[in-house]
């Protein structure tokens, strides 16, 4: 998470190019400890390091959706608040 963080403070962006990408990147999540879901969404939502839709995109499963269940009250205030 360092390297994912200091490339977007130096404004690095993720742009999926398709929808397949954000599924492999789910799917590489749903592998992980809950703690790394959590920092690659706070990450790239403080830092706008990519757009509203893509985080949505990516947490839209049900399967994902279970994976980040404990942290569902934050993840919303993190995407509500977003301009």
Known sequence: ???LRLLVERGGRWVPKDAGE????RK???KMKLEYTAG???????HR????AT???LLRTPRMKKHVAKLE????KLL???E
Do not use: F, N, Y
């Open 55 to 57: 985080l949505e995109a």
């Open 22 to 25: 954000i599924g492999d990147i």
């Open 40 to 46: 690659l969404v706070l990450i790239m939502a403080r």
């Open 1 to 3: 998470m360092k390297v």
């Open 49 to 52: 390091a990519c757009e509203k």
């Open 80 to 82: 509500a608040s977003w």
């Open 28 to 30: 590489r999540l749903l």
């Open 73 to 76: 009250t934050r993840i919303a």
